[in-house]
Protein backbone atom coordinates (compact mmCIF):
# COMPACT_ATOMS: atom_id res chain seq x y z
CA UNK A 1 0.00 0.00 0.00
CA UNK A 2 1.58 3.53 -0.64
CA UNK A 3 -0.04 6.74 0.78
CA UNK A 4 0.25 10.27 -0.68
CA UNK A 5 0.24 12.81 1.91
CA UNK A 6 0.52 17.09 0.93
CA UNK A 7 -0.14 19.89 2.67
CA UNK A 8 2.29 22.80 4.63
CA UNK A 9 4.33 23.11 7.91
CA UNK A 10 1.77 20.87 9.82
CA UNK A 11 1.94 18.12 7.70
CA UNK A 12 5.38 18.65 6.93
CA UNK A 13 5.93 18.11 10.80
CA UNK A 14 7.55 21.93 11.70
CA UNK A 15 8.68 21.88 15.38
CA UNK A 16 8.69 18.24 16.15
CA UNK A 17 11.84 17.96 16.90
CA UNK A 18 15.40 19.97 17.17
CA UNK A 19 19.17 19.94 17.63
CA UNK A 20 20.93 16.34 16.08
CA UNK A 21 19.20 14.31 13.75
CA UNK A 22 16.06 17.12 13.63
CA UNK A 23 14.86 16.00 10.08
CA UNK A 24 15.06 11.93 10.74
CA UNK A 25 13.12 12.66 14.00
CA UNK A 26 10.52 14.52 11.70
CA UNK A 27 10.22 12.01 9.35
CA UNK A 28 10.15 9.55 12.34
CA UNK A 29 7.51 11.32 14.35
CA UNK A 30 4.71 13.04 11.98
CA UNK A 31 1.31 11.71 11.60
CA UNK A 32 1.77 10.58 8.06
CA UNK A 33 4.39 8.24 9.28
CA UNK A 34 3.22 6.86 12.58
CA UNK A 35 -0.28 6.26 10.03
CA UNK A 36 1.89 4.42 7.71
CA UNK A 37 3.39 2.38 10.45
CA UNK A 38 -0.06 1.61 11.68
CA UNK A 39 -1.07 0.37 7.97
CA UNK A 40 2.42 -1.25 7.34
CA UNK A 41 2.74 1.47 4.27
CA UNK A 42 4.75 2.88 2.27
CA UNK A 43 4.52 7.10 2.79
CA UNK A 44 5.20 9.49 0.64
CA UNK A 45 5.10 12.83 2.07
CA UNK A 46 5.55 15.99 0.29
CA UNK A 47 4.69 18.77 2.32
CA UNK A 48 6.46 21.73 2.83
CA UNK A 49 6.95 24.71 5.38
CA UNK A 50 5.34 27.49 3.86
CA UNK A 51 3.20 25.72 1.13
CA UNK A 52 -0.02 27.95 0.02
CA UNK A 53 -2.89 26.26 -1.45
CA UNK A 54 -1.55 27.03 -4.74
CA UNK A 55 1.33 25.23 -4.47
CA UNK A 56 -0.25 22.39 -2.58
CA UNK A 57 -2.71 21.75 -5.73
CA UNK A 58 0.42 22.41 -8.13
CA UNK A 59 2.53 19.07 -6.42
CA UNK A 60 -0.80 17.26 -6.22
CA UNK A 61 -1.57 17.91 -10.34
CA UNK A 62 2.57 17.09 -10.86
CA UNK A 63 1.57 13.31 -8.92
CA UNK A 64 0.69 9.86 -10.71
CA UNK A 65 -1.56 10.23 -8.55
CA UNK A 66 -2.97 6.03 -9.63
CA UNK A 67 0.12 4.39 -8.28
CA UNK A 68 -1.12 5.49 -4.90
CA UNK A 69 -3.82 3.51 -2.62
CA UNK A 70 -4.95 6.65 -0.25
CA UNK A 71 -4.37 10.30 -0.82
CA UNK A 72 -4.58 12.50 2.37
CA UNK A 73 -4.38 16.44 1.32
CA UNK A 74 -4.13 19.03 3.70
CA UNK A 75 -5.08 22.66 2.90
CA UNK A 76 -3.35 25.58 4.26
CA UNK A 77 -4.41 29.46 4.72
CA UNK A 78 -6.21 31.16 2.13
CA UNK A 79 -4.02 34.25 2.64
CA UNK A 80 -0.71 32.40 1.43
CA UNK A 81 0.35 32.28 -2.26
CA UNK A 82 3.57 31.64 -4.55
CA UNK A 83 5.14 32.95 -7.39
CA UNK A 84 7.57 32.04 -10.15
CA UNK A 85 10.59 33.32 -10.12
CA UNK A 86 13.32 31.71 -12.69
CA UNK A 87 15.90 35.02 -11.75
CA UNK A 88 16.93 33.85 -7.75
CA UNK A 89 16.19 37.32 -7.18
CA UNK A 90 14.23 36.17 -4.27
CA UNK A 91 16.68 33.63 -2.97
CA UNK A 92 19.05 36.42 -2.91
CA UNK A 93 16.67 39.07 -1.35
CA UNK A 94 15.54 36.99 1.78
CA UNK A 95 19.47 35.82 2.28
CA UNK A 96 20.65 39.48 2.34
CA UNK A 97 17.68 40.12 4.88
CA UNK A 98 18.99 37.54 6.95
CA UNK A 99 22.39 38.64 7.12
CA UNK A 100 21.11 41.98 8.37
CA UNK A 101 18.33 40.50 11.06
CA UNK A 102 21.22 37.73 11.75
CA UNK A 103 25.01 39.29 12.07
CA UNK A 104 26.15 35.87 14.01
CA UNK A 105 25.12 33.76 11.02
CA UNK A 106 26.67 35.99 8.61
CA UNK A 107 29.11 33.83 7.38
CA UNK A 108 27.01 30.48 6.78
CA UNK A 109 24.31 32.90 4.83
CA UNK A 110 27.39 34.12 2.67
CA UNK A 111 27.91 30.68 1.43
CA UNK A 112 24.49 30.17 0.66
CA UNK A 113 24.63 33.80 -1.09
CA UNK A 114 27.20 32.48 -2.83
CA UNK A 115 25.45 29.11 -4.06
CA UNK A 116 23.22 28.65 -7.16
CA UNK A 117 20.00 27.95 -5.40
CA UNK A 118 17.40 25.81 -7.55
CA UNK A 119 14.13 26.60 -5.84
CA UNK A 120 12.07 28.97 -8.42
CA UNK A 121 8.68 28.93 -6.47
CA UNK A 122 8.77 31.67 -3.50
CA UNK A 123 6.44 31.33 -0.91
CA UNK A 124 4.32 34.23 -0.08
CA UNK A 125 2.90 34.60 3.46
CA UNK A 126 1.50 37.40 4.86
CA UNK A 127 2.16 36.35 8.77
CA UNK A 128 5.40 38.38 9.27
CA UNK A 129 7.62 40.68 6.65
CA UNK A 130 10.24 38.52 6.13
CA UNK A 131 7.98 36.06 4.25
CA UNK A 132 7.11 39.08 2.23
CA UNK A 133 10.61 39.68 1.24
CA UNK A 134 11.58 39.28 -3.06
CA UNK A 135 13.35 42.23 -3.65
CA UNK A 136 10.88 43.60 -5.93
CA UNK A 137 10.34 47.24 -4.64
CA UNK A 138 7.48 49.93 -5.82
CA UNK A 139 8.12 52.98 -4.19
CA UNK A 140 10.40 51.83 -1.98
CA UNK A 141 8.22 49.25 -0.52
CA UNK A 142 8.28 45.30 -0.82
CA UNK A 143 5.88 44.74 -3.57
CA UNK A 144 4.12 41.76 -2.07
CA UNK A 145 3.48 44.04 1.08
CA UNK A 146 1.52 47.03 -1.37
CA UNK A 147 -0.62 43.78 -2.58
CA UNK A 148 -1.67 42.44 0.70
CA UNK A 149 -2.30 46.05 1.67
CA UNK A 150 -4.10 47.96 -0.85
CA UNK A 151 -4.89 44.58 -3.52
CA UNK A 152 -5.50 41.62 -1.71
CA UNK A 153 -9.33 40.68 -0.25
CA UNK A 154 -10.07 37.65 1.63
CA UNK A 155 -12.68 37.29 -0.81
CA UNK A 156 -9.72 35.81 -3.39
CA UNK A 157 -8.58 33.29 -1.30
CA UNK A 158 -11.88 31.86 -0.36
CA UNK A 159 -12.62 31.45 -4.15
CA UNK A 160 -9.58 29.68 -4.87
CA UNK A 161 -9.78 27.62 -1.92
CA UNK A 162 -13.14 26.21 -2.94
CA UNK A 163 -11.85 25.99 -6.70
CA UNK A 164 -8.57 24.00 -5.00
CA UNK A 165 -11.13 21.98 -2.88
CA UNK A 166 -12.97 20.55 -5.45
CA UNK A 167 -10.18 20.85 -8.34
CA UNK A 168 -8.31 17.80 -6.08
CA UNK A 169 -12.04 16.52 -4.84
CA UNK A 170 -13.09 15.81 -8.38
CA UNK A 171 -10.05 14.44 -9.97
CA UNK A 172 -9.80 11.80 -6.91
CA UNK A 173 -13.33 11.21 -7.16
CA UNK A 174 -12.97 10.59 -11.25
CA UNK A 175 -10.33 8.29 -10.39
CA UNK A 176 -11.98 6.32 -7.54
CA UNK A 177 -9.24 7.17 -4.95
CA UNK A 178 -9.59 6.83 -1.08
CA UNK A 179 -9.01 10.34 -0.21
CA UNK A 180 -9.72 12.48 2.81
CA UNK A 181 -8.98 16.43 2.89
CA UNK A 182 -8.37 18.36 5.96
CA UNK A 183 -7.61 21.97 6.71
CA UNK A 184 -5.85 24.28 9.02
CA UNK A 185 -7.82 27.49 8.32
CA UNK A 186 -10.11 27.45 11.40
CA UNK A 187 -13.10 29.73 9.47
CA UNK A 188 -12.52 26.81 6.24
CA UNK A 189 -16.47 26.20 5.74
CA UNK A 190 -15.53 23.40 2.78
CA UNK A 191 -16.48 19.94 3.61
CA UNK A 192 -13.78 19.23 4.36
CA UNK A 193 -12.88 15.57 6.55
CA UNK A 194 -11.09 16.89 9.84
CA UNK A 195 -10.16 20.08 10.93
CA UNK A 196 -6.69 20.02 12.21
CA UNK A 197 -6.44 23.59 13.79
CA UNK A 198 -8.16 22.64 17.29
CA UNK A 199 -6.86 23.47 20.40
CA UNK A 200 -7.14 19.66 21.45
CA UNK A 201 -4.29 19.24 19.94
CA UNK A 202 -1.61 19.98 21.72
CA UNK A 203 1.42 22.51 20.32
CA UNK A 204 4.84 23.37 20.54
CA UNK A 205 5.97 27.08 20.64
CA UNK A 206 5.36 28.65 17.42
CA UNK A 207 1.63 26.66 17.26
CA UNK A 208 2.98 23.81 15.23
CA UNK A 209 1.37 20.34 17.06
CA UNK A 210 4.19 18.82 19.08
CA UNK A 211 4.80 15.00 19.00
CA UNK A 212 1.85 14.69 21.08
CA UNK A 213 -0.44 16.80 18.88
CA UNK A 214 0.69 14.40 16.09
CA UNK A 215 -0.34 11.55 17.77
CA UNK A 216 -3.48 12.68 18.24
CA UNK A 217 -4.12 13.61 14.74
CA UNK A 218 -3.03 10.43 13.21
CA UNK A 219 -5.57 8.66 15.72
CA UNK A 220 -8.52 10.93 14.50
CA UNK A 221 -7.40 10.36 10.86
CA UNK A 222 -7.42 6.54 11.38
CA UNK A 223 -11.06 6.89 12.70
CA UNK A 224 -11.97 8.39 9.39
CA UNK A 225 -10.82 5.02 8.31
CA UNK A 226 -13.05 2.91 9.82
CA UNK A 227 -13.96 1.05 13.01
CA UNK A 228 -11.23 -1.38 12.23
CA UNK A 229 -8.49 1.13 12.29
CA UNK A 230 -10.11 3.13 15.46
CA UNK A 231 -6.86 1.78 17.76
CA UNK A 232 -6.93 4.77 20.42
Not at 63 to 74: G, H, P, R, T, Y
Not at 149 to 157: F, L, N, S
Not at 165 to 178: A, G, H, M, V
Not at 204 to 232: C, E, V
Request: net charge positive; proline share 3%.
Amino acid sequence: MRLLFLGCSWTYGAEIAEGKKMLEKIKEKRYSSIIGKRLDAEVVNLAQNGFSNHAIARIFLEQDLESFDKIFVQLTYPSRTEWYDPTGMFNKAKTLAKMKDFPNKREKLLVRLQRKETRLWDRIMMDKERFLITGNLLEGKEWWIHYFEEIYQDEYGLTEEMLIFNLIKNKLKRLNKDHFIFSIYPKCKLPIDLQLNLRKYPRAKGNHPNQTGHLMIASDIMKLLGPRYDWF
